[in-house]
């Protein structure tokens, strides 16, 4: 469990929707926006607007299957949320492709942006930083969309191994083996490109 | 910076979703978790109760045994008075009559409640933004019966209630658009006496084809959510139970305005009268404390109620279920904890409902 995550009282909340169906809408005001979030650093916000809602419906409707000694919902949520993303992993990898091509990212042009907060102050950093997102775009792109999913549950939404183990049903050894493999994948696909460079040059 | 790091900073511009996107994701699930109400601070579903102004002979007509001047005053003024929990049918179970025999008691009762209700006078439909009063007993068991004031706009888009002495006026809440969408749909969608009184009013004048359009859209919708969370029952086992229960929440959230068009409505009868299944509760006392009538498709475990004059909704209520109740033990002296058949669990009745100036206006 990661600290400064939603407090571990969401089977109490799933129980209690049991008997009182409306007590199921704290769960969305708990997870939602977070969830929100991480789906459309995926499929941009438009997408990620059907993918919440189709995720906290069909949770509302698996919610007398929930495992109520799991107190924290999110691994469950997620799990139900990649399943959906599942159905638009075409449109996932076309968008990283256009990224890693134009240097444009689809899903940055429809959803809302916050100015970076990043270390790359001079502009060949800044020049470099953008080729190193294109390669790596590219590089997801390229990811099985299971080792896609594994290694983005993980960065973005920072869930355990284990939490993606329950997320996805599949064994802890499984999610180590997809993540060894995606991050072989990405830094192979970055071409001998000692990422760790850029934070020892911007520093210098 | 590790690949792992130069992942995490792939995309993290994207900032979490303004409330205005979140608050629609959040009716939407809202729509699924209570179909038939709306996302409102008190009680939704509410009828208004009318003043009979039509001679009841009906009842004598189909073999109802109201007590002689046993019908309070339609517009009761309860306020002030302890409220009596809601009786079970005084005439025993609802099996206590032969099956075909209560169907066609019903048919016969809503035949003539749709040619009663289709001669009153036409109802001007309101402003959408025109506020109503509506005055609500609720009896559950257990908890008791509990009076609920409540100010709504006719399109449901604004509610108000007083707390502690102040009135609190809700105008932000989740709003769903019905922009576009047929009547039935808006009605599902955003189930107000607005779209109520629309929905009944775009509906066939034939009873076949009213059902044939209302079977249509309880499969789109789905049955479970026509109902799920309502009075009228949460799990129709029958598509028969499904449009009962549409209809007959149909009319009881267009009562929470102004009812609906008198052809509309008497349409609505026509149509549940050729409902298979649906049976007569005699005697019935709502949670008001009035002698009524009511209707159900599963057997009288969830009854729409209706003046017995006017024939308008006045109530539905929700009675412990005949296959559940527990045999008397004559050894315990025949208590056994379960409440006994016909025992009301929820019941809801009007007080009043009427059109007002402003919130907070009676």
New interface residues.
């Given amino acids: 469990m990661h600290a400064g995550q939603p407090p571990p009282d969401d089977a109490a909340l799933i129980e209690r929707s049991q008997r009182d ?2 007590a ?2 704290g769960l ?2 708990r997870h ?3 969830l ?2 991480y789906v ?2 995926r499929l941009g ?1 438009v997408a ?2 059907d993918v ?2 189709d995720t ?2 069909d949770a ?2 698996r919610r007398h299957k929930y495992d109520l000694t799991a107190a924290d919902a999110r691994p469950w949520l997620y799990g139900i949320a990649t399943n959906l993303i599942g159905k638009h992993s075409r449109s996932e990898a076309r968008m990283l492709r256009a990224y890693a091509r134009t240097g444009t ?1 689809p ?2 042009t429809t ?6 907060t ?1 270390e790359y102050d001079q502009a060949d950093s800044r020049l470099a930083a953008q080729a ?2 294109r390669e ?2 590219a590089a ?1 792109a390229a990811l099985a969309p299971a080792d896609r999913d594994v ?2 549950m ?3 939404a920072d869930l355990s191994y284990a939490e993606v183990a329950t997320a996805l049903r599949i064994p802890v050894g499984t999610v180590r083996s997809r993540l060894h493999r995606a ?1 072989a994948r ?2 192979v696909a ?1 071409g001998g490109y000692d ?2 460079c ?2 020892e040059e911007t520093h210098q | ?18 409330p205005s ?2 608050a ?3 009716a ?3 729509a ?3 179909p038939g109400e709306r ?1 409102r601070p008190v009680h939704l579903l509410r009828a208004k109760f009318l003043i009979p102004a039509l001679a009841g002979t009906v009842a004598a007509a189909v073999g109802i045994g109201y007590a002689a001047g046993g019908h309070s005053p339609a517009v009761p003024s309860v306020a002030g008075r302890p409220v009596a929990p809601p009786s079970a049918s005084r005439s025993g179970p609802p099996t206590a009559v032969p099956p075909v025999t209560q169907a066609v008691l019903a048919a016969q009762l809503l035949t003539q409640a749709s040619s009663v209700v289709g001669r009153a006078p036409v109802k001007a439909e309101p402003a959408p933004g025109q506020w109503v009063y509506s005055k609500t007993v609720d009896y559950q068991k257990p908890g008791g019966a509990n009076v609920y004031e409540n100010w709504e706009t006719f399109d449901g888009r604004k509610s108000a209630y007083f707390e502690n002495g102040h009135l609190i006026v809700h105008d932000s809440r989740a709003q769903v658009s019905t922009a576009g969408l047929p009547p039935l749909a808006a009605y599902d969608a955003w189930p107000s006496p607005k779209t109520a009184y629309d929905a009944i009013a775009s509906l066939p004048a034939d009873p076949r084809a009213l059902l044939r359009q209302v079977g249509a859209d309880v499969s789109r919708v789905g049955a479970d959510n026509v109902v ?2 309502s009075v009228m029952g949460s799990r129709p086992k029958t598509g028969s139970q499904a449009e009962f229960a549409y209809l007959g929440q149909l009319l009881w959230n267009a009562a929470a305005g102004v009812g609906g068009p008198p052809r509309g409505e008497a349409a609505v009868f026509r149509a549940m009268a050729l409902i298979p299944g649906v049976s007569l509760q005699k005697g019935v006392t709502d949670a008001a404390g009035h002698l009524v009538v009511g209707l159900s498709a599963n057997g009288g475990a969830n009854q729409l109620l209706l003046d017995p004059v006017s024939y308008q909704p006045t109530g539905l209520r929700a009675v412990f279920p005949i296959q559940k109740a527990a045999k008397p033990s004559p050894a315990k002296g025949g208590h056994s904890g379960v409440p006994g058949t016909g025992t009301a669990l929820d019941s809801l009745a009007y007080l009043t409902v009427k059109e007002v100036s402003k919130p907070g206006a009676r």
């Fill in positions: 169906p409306e199921f809408a969305y005001d939602a926006a977070l929100h979030r459309a650093r916000d990620a607007d919440v809602a906290f419906h509302f409707r990212d899903v940055l959803t809302g942006t916050r100015p970076r990043e190193v997102r790596l775009a997801l290694l983005l993980i960065a973005w991050r990405v830094r970055l990422p760790t850029i934070r | 910076m590790n690949d792992i790091d130069l992942v995490r900073e792939l995309r993290a511009e994207v900032t979490a979703p303004t996107r979140l629609d994701g959040r939407r699930l809202q699924v978790i209570s996302p799920a969370g």
